[in-house]
T-cell receptor, first 116, second 115 residues
């Protein structure tokens, strides 16, 4: 069965620090997708990135970067020079096609607090 | 482009009362999802629609929960009767088409409190 583990429940940093959010997943499929979503206090989940299982290239988008390693089943997310506006709950999610029905499974989330 | 719209944003009811949530997906999105998010947890899928057909409702507690998506656009999720354990945020999401890997777009959710 698929599973996503975000071991860090809460992280608190000071503005301008770098921070890495960990995500470890389990799946028996060879074809799957991994996602990161951000959930600010307003409650709406905001899509950040998608990565498919055949593309292990790391990606950078501004202050955000993602490190995908199939060998360790990890898809970690780093925020460089964090800002107060980065404060939110971040969810890692896995999507696979199981039994003909696609399912998106979320981790429990990591609450990030960036203090000024 | 308007996002996924949900109403109400907040709902407080007493146990055993019925409650309904409404969702209007992004225009043109064929796939619609309902998720439940308990406090401190990630969202969990309740039901998925492709147009007006419920293609995955395996996680929906059918004894008290029901959903519909008439005409393949708006959707309503109902709980009758509500129990204390139903207190959660109910999220609606949509995406343009079936296909592994397409991201889902989420609404702001309805926060339900059952007293």
């Amino acid at each position: 069965a698929q599973k996503v583990t975000q071991a860090q429940t809460e992280i608190s940093v000071v503005e301008k620090e770098d921070v890495t959010l960990d995500c470890v997943y389990e799946t028996r499929d060879t074809t799957y997708y991994l996602f990161w979503y951000k959930q600010p206090p307003s409650g709406e989940l905001v899509f950040l990135i998608r990565r498919n299982s055949f593309d292990e290239q790391n990606e950078i988008s501004g202050r955000y970067s993602w490190n995908f390693q199939k060998s360790t089943s990890s898809f970690n997310f780093t925020i460089t020079a964090s800002q107060v506006v980065d404060s939110a709950v971040y969810f890692c999610a896995l999507s696979e096609l199981g039994g003909g029905s696609e399912k998106l499974v979320f981790g429990k989330g990591t609450k990030l607090t960036v203090n000024p | 482009e308007a996002g996924v719209v949900q109403s109400p944003r907040y709902k407080i009811i007493e146990k055993k009362q019925p409650v309904a949530f409404w969702c209007n997906p992004i225009s043109g999105h064929n796939t619609l999802y309902w998720y439940r998010q308990n406090l401190g947890q990630g969202p969990e899928l309740l039901i998925r629609y492709e147009n007006e057909e419920a293609v995955d409702d395996s996680q929906l507690p059918k004894d008290r929960f029901s959903a519909e998506r008439l005409k393949g656009v708006d959707s309503t999720l109902k709980i009758q009767p509500a129990e204390l354990g139903d207190s959660a945020v109910y999220l609606c999401a949509s995406r343009p088409r079936t296909g592994l890997g397409n991201e889902q777009f989420f609404g702001p959710g309805t926060r339900l409190t059952v007293l």
